[in-house]
């Protein structure tokens, strides 16, 4: 985007790259946290669960400090075109990242309560759920960093296949625990993980949409579920 050579041009861009590399640093804190809960789940090691826990405060705090430099910016610099549609969007992926933080601390937990049972292959079976899901993360991530809207419509057509591996998945446990009681305890934990995971590539689909809005200034939230119910009604 061009912008007049003056003061107030120049505080914003800088105001926006500053924004910019918070929410990067961000992200890439909330691709450390999750891929250290699901190392927890995998190496059966609490401490690293207990690890988790402690760092999703670091990613709290970069919420809140996002937050307040965007009130900041909208107080004292007004920004408009494409500059605020990056605010908005800078916005909303922090509300994205920090639940990202919240669901693995959750996976944490749920790999220490697996640590305490007896050992099983129950876990293994998340790992084309687990690549998938952090897969989109990063390719979110990416498509935010060089603003390519392209790349972000690949990450909401990939949601569907994460959507899949995790109704396969539970389906296959649930069917698991009816033939084998025994299993529960450890088939529900895994459940809880692929829910997250699941729930991870949603906020992946937020972010991407966040991008295409600060990209294009469109809007494509819901999109798909509002052609699907513009069909419906033959509209």
Known sequence: MLRAVTGRASKSESTIDALREQILRMGALAEAILAKALRCVVERDRAIGEAVQRDDLAIDQLDVAIDDAILRALALQAPVAEDLRQVIAI???ATDLERIGDLSRNIAKSGMRLAERPETQLP????????????????ALDSFQTLDAEAARG???GDDRVDELQDALVRQLIEGMEGDPSSASQA???IFIAESLERVGDHATNIAE??????????????????????????
């Open 91 to 93: 916005k909303t992926m």
């Open 124 to 139: 293994s079976r998340l790992e084309p759920l687990r690549n998938a899901a952090t897969r989109l993360l990063r390719t």
């Open 155 to 157: 990450v909401i057509a």
């Open 188 to 190: 529900v934990d895994v």
């Open 210 to 235: 966040d991008v295409i809005l600060a990209v294009e200034a469109r809007n494509v939230k819901h999109a798909e579920k509002l052609a699907r119910r513009a069909q419906g009604s033959g509209t």
